[in-house]
T-cell receptor
């Protein structure tokens, strides 16, 4: 069992759909992150949760809505996405005050 | 603001040859530095990290990196590459808070 697990691994959705990405970490960490990785662009930090509180939101459009019900789980709720939102979405976790992040395998999202 | 520059977008190396991937950073205080590797369709795996102490750090898979404060660099090296090292490599900088800043990555191709 890997330390950070993301589901689903692949997702194809229409622009009018609503879907959710799930992330679960088994490392006892108390900070979790969503990153977006698009082709030929640096990794973009989307959201940071520390001790279940959202501490950072990097100007992400409201069609992306994160949820962190507890320190082990993180969700990214998606609705009315655009084709340019197609990317690899990576979840990561770390201990607060330390920046060594452990990543999941990502969800490859395609918006059609 | 912190930043990371990986000047080489793509490097091709013969199997068995030595490797050096460049990373330069900008950070106002003592940085935490990381190298991650990403295989196609996968998440990022931590290769090694520098927090303090010995400036030459050893990582997994035979990789090492050297922190040079005077040059603001943290170059990754391997004395002899294997075909399985073909992947994308990311340098990252952080500083004791929850935020990591990543470089744009260097894609490594191994030729027989």
């Amino acid at each position: 069992e890997t330390g950070v697990t993301q589901t689903p691994r692949h997702l194809v959705m229409g622009m009018t759909n609503k879907k959710s990405l799930k992330c679960e970490q088994h490392l006892g960490h108390n900070a979790m992150y969503w990153y977006k990785q698009s082709a030929k662009k640096p990794l973009e930090l989307m959201f940071v949760y520390s001790l279940e509180e959202r501490v950072e939101n990097n100007s992400v459009p409201s069609r992306f809505s994160p949820e962190c019900p507890n320190s082990s789980h993180l969700f990214l709720h998606l609705h009315t996405l655009q084709p340019e939102d197609s990317a690899l979405y990576l979840c990561a976790s770390s201990q607060a005050r330390r920046t060594e992040a452990f990543f999941g395998q990502g969800t490859r999202l395609t918006v059609v | 603001a912190q930043s990371v520059t990986q000047p080489d977008i793509h490097i091709t190396v013969s199997e068995g040859a030595s490797l050096e991937l460049r990373c330069n950073y900008s950070y106002g205080a003592t940085p935490y530095l990381f190298w991650y590797v990403q295989s196609p369709g996968q998440g990022l795996q931590l290769l090694l990290k520098y927090f303090s102490g010995d400036t030459l750090v050893q990582g997994i898979k035979g990789f090492e990196a050297e922190f040079k404060r005077s040059q603001s660099s943290f170059n990754l090296r391997k004395p002899s590459v294997h075909w399985s090292d073909a992947a994308e490599y990311f340098c990252a900088v952080g500083g004791g808070n929850e935020k990591l800043t990543f470089g744009t990555g260097t894609r490594l191709t191994i030729i027989p």
